[in-house]
């Protein structure tokens, strides 16, 4: 064996086993599990006792991992910090007061939950068991819908980037509807068994998404349409997300660490948790509360607030416990056709005051979605290559 190949790594102590990357052929384990059409639930319930190599992290990933919890151990900062979590009960008579919350969070956290945000929990319980429904369905009716076509508004796969990542592959599986692309979907084109939970809680997703950008506007200072008229609401995609139960959550992630690249994200998960943001240095659980929707801030809402809201990065741990749902509705506008530029906000920059220069220059959102997907994750930001 060729020691140049041989890479060692520990976790909790323990020497993995070494890997002999001369005789692994990652293409052919990729193309294996793809052409089964049964994603990362095949793999997990198939009773292999060791997750396959495909999703096994690089030791070194593996090893820095391990010393950053060793040090998160010892300071303790991820124990004594929460995400803000903002109610919109009375918003009426608290409206300035939740337009404050909510310009606080976006600028430190990019992240916050909602309470009394108008779902009701009986729609949002539902809408998850629907997800369940759809990804345990049998796999020869799930199978018609598995495609890595980027235009097609419904399919189902185990990720977009499953031949163009450089990462190990993510242990999720991830059922999605385009639902305004800008367009109504034809609901006909949705699977019988998931339907109409779905077009009932994107309904109310939709509301409350017109409220939450209405509020983000007035918390940076703008008339309360000012983002609505930008189209930052035209588009609404729905990704319903399965995390299966893995043998060995310690080896591989469920979502690798990135931010999301649309204007805004309103995240429904259940109660298992793994949802992690980066907070200061500090990966921060997002720890699921009852009745509660989760938003992000994405990368054009901080191109265009010229940085003054933070599109956060996050990830989610893979777990023995499961499976783990949820669903991400993205805010965004066209991603195919749109050629509107987007820039930072006149209103929020100056040229007097250098504290409120240009950040990033203009750019439309197809072109922006064609670097965001083309970097991969290496660990910059997209953003960057837009700054000035």
Request: proline share 5%; aromatic share 10%.
């Amino acid at each position: 064996m060729n020691t140049a190949s041989m890479k060692k790594a520990y976790i909790n102590g323990e020497k993995l086993a070494v890997q002999d990357d001369s005789c692994y052929n990652r293409m052919k384990e990729l193309k294996a599990i793809d052409d089964t059409k049964t994603g990362v639930k095949g793999v997990a319930y198939s009773g292999l006792l060791n997750i396959p190599r495909v999703f096994v992290r690089p030791p070194e990933e593996l090893a820095e991992e391990e010393q950053y919890l060793l040090l998160a151990d010892k300071s303790k900062f991820h124990e004594k910090v929460r995400i803000p979590v903002i109610d919109l009960e009375g918003m009426d008579n608290r409206r300035e007061e939740i337009v404050k919350e909510i310009r606080l969070a976006s600028e430190s956290w990019g992240f916050f939950q909602l309470l009394n945000h108008g779902v009701p929990e009986t729609i949002m319980d539902e809408m998850l068991k629907g997800v369940a429904r759809f990804h345990e369905q049998d796999a020869d009716v799930k199978k018609q819908y598995y495609s890595r076509e980027f235009t097609r508004k419904v399919k189902y796969n185990t990720s977009m980037d499953w031949y163009q990542s450089k990462s190990a592959a993510k242990w999720k599986d991830t059922f999605s509807c385009a639902m305004l692309a800008p367009d109504l979907i034809n609901s006909r084109e949705l699977p019988d068994l998931c339907r109409d939970i779905i077009l009932e809680y994107t309904g109310h997703v939709r509301i409350l998404g017109n409220t939450l950008i209405e509020l983000l506007s007035e918390a940076l200072g703008l008339e309360k349409d000012h983002l609505r008229d930008m189209d930052c609401t035209k588009f609404l995609s729905v990704l319903c997300h399965y995390y299966p139960p893995c043998p060995q959550p310690n080896l591989t992630m469920g979502t690798y660490k990135h931010t999301d690249p649309n204007f805004f994200t309103l995240l429904l998960q259940d109660d298992i948790g793994g949802l992690q943001i980066l907070y200061q240095n500090h990966w921060i659980d997002v720890k699921p509360t009852p009745g509660a929707i989760v938003i992000n801030i994405g990368d054009l809402l901080q191109l265009i607030s010229n940085a003054k809201f933070k599109s956060a990065e996050h990830r989610v741990l893979a777990n023995q416990v499961g499976p783990r749902l949820s669903v991400a509705s993205f805010f965004g506008t066209n991603v195919m056709q749109s050629t509107k530029l987007y820039g930072p906000i006149k209103e929020l920059i100056s040229d007097e005051d250098e504290s409120d220069i240009p950040l990033y220059r203009n750019v439309t959102v197809p072109d922006y979605m064609k670097q965001y997907y083309s970097k991969g994750n290496d660990g910059v930001h997209a953003l960057s290559h837009f700054k000035l």
